[in-house]
């Protein structure tokens, strides 16, 4: 079955989703994150069929979220990294991982940890914050369909 495109959706999510939005991809973002760069690696980290690998690789590739570099040892190999783009899913991946953590494990279960290198502690919790700093809620929000950034920010000024 062919799944839906949403690359014209207006919705931000959507089309986020469009680009990332299969549990593979999330999964290799995430190993990028942490340093793996090599298809072979991934294969290995993930379990995932070589076929699926490479063409969730190519779409992020594709998406602007990977490139391809050559291999930093000089072998012939070719490498991925996190473009801009790719590093910018950082938030999304600790929010994901912070809701998984809270919602998803007993307290007693085991489960890997990310922690910052300097404190060797977990993050803080990820909030959502309003333009004076303030944290939202669900109920503090509101959703303004078919606006442009600049007619919402010309409103509120």
Request: glycine share 8%.
């Given at each position: 079955m062919q799944r839906k495109s949403f690359h014209g959706n207006i919705c931000?999510?959507?089309?986020?989703?469009?680009?990332?939005?299969?549990?593979?991809?999330l999964l290799i973002v995430r190993?990028?994150?942490?340093?793996?760069r090599r298809f072979n690696d991934f294969q290995r980290r993930?379990?995932?069929?070589?076929?699926?690998l490479s063409a969730r690789l190519k779409k992020l590739v594709a998406n602007g979220i990977l490139e391809q570099v050559p291999?930093?040892?000089?072998?012939?190999?070719?490498?991925?990294v996190?473009?801009?783009?790719?590093?910018?899913?950082?938030p999304t991946l600790i929010a994901l991982r912070q809701w998984g953590e809270q919602y998803?494990?007993?307290?007693?279960?085991?489960?890997?940890?990310?922690?910052?290198?300097?404190?060797?502690?977990p993050l803080r919790k990820m909030q959502v914050y309003n333009a004076d700093g303030e944290t939202c809620t669900t109920s503090d929000l509101t959703l303004?369909?078919?606006?442009?950034?600049?007619?919402?920010?010309?409103?509120?000024?």
């Open positions: 931000p999510v959507a089309r986020s989703l469009d680009s990332i939005g299969e549990w593979w991809s190993d990028a994150m942490v340093g793996v993930l379990g995932l069929a070589r076929n699926v291999a930093t040892d000089g072998t012939s190999y070719q490498e991925y996190l473009t801009e783009k790719g590093n910018a899913l950082l998803l494990f007993s307290e007693a279960e085991p489960r890997n940890t990310l922690v910052d290198k300097k404190h060797k502690k303004i369909v078919g606006s442009r950034q600049e007619e919402v920010e010309e409103k509120s000024a």
